[in-house]
């Protein structure tokens, strides 16, 4: 099993920045990859950015240049950096952590709300 500690969400306005942080802890595969998903009221969760143990990255065209996803591996944590920040980047941003389909973790969730 994995827990996953998240934290760093909040309410910002329009153009300004959040960080996000997750931990991993228990039993972890350094393979695994990790990254950030986000659900806004009444729409289905999507990817936001994941990075794999390599450090290859897959995210959303909605926050291209906008994000950035770093990884220590050493801390089995993973961090979102979101400038720029948009009302519609409002929701709750959920932390993944995924080694196969029947190793796949997920965490409570932070919220992030954007005021315009």
């Known amino acids: 099993q994995v827990q996953l500690a998240e934290s760093g969400g909040g309410l910002v306005q329009a153009g300004g920045s959040l960080r996000l942080s997750c931990v991993a802890s228990g039993s972890i595969f350094s393979r695994a990859s990790m990254g950030w998903f986000r659900q806004a009221p009444g729409k289905q969760r999507e990817l936001v950015e994941t990075i794999t143990s390599d450090s290859t990255t897959n995210y959303a065209d909605s926050v291209k240049g906008r994000f950035t996803i770093s990884r220590n591996n050493a801390k089995n944590s993973v961090n979102l950096q979101m400038n720029s920040l948009k009302p519609e980047d409002t929701a709750v941003y959920h932390c993944?952590?995924?080694?196969?389909?029947?190793?796949?973790?997920w965490g409570q969730g932070t919220q992030v709300t954007v005021s315009s």
């Open positions: 993944r952590y995924y080694y196969t389909s029947n190793y796949d973790f």
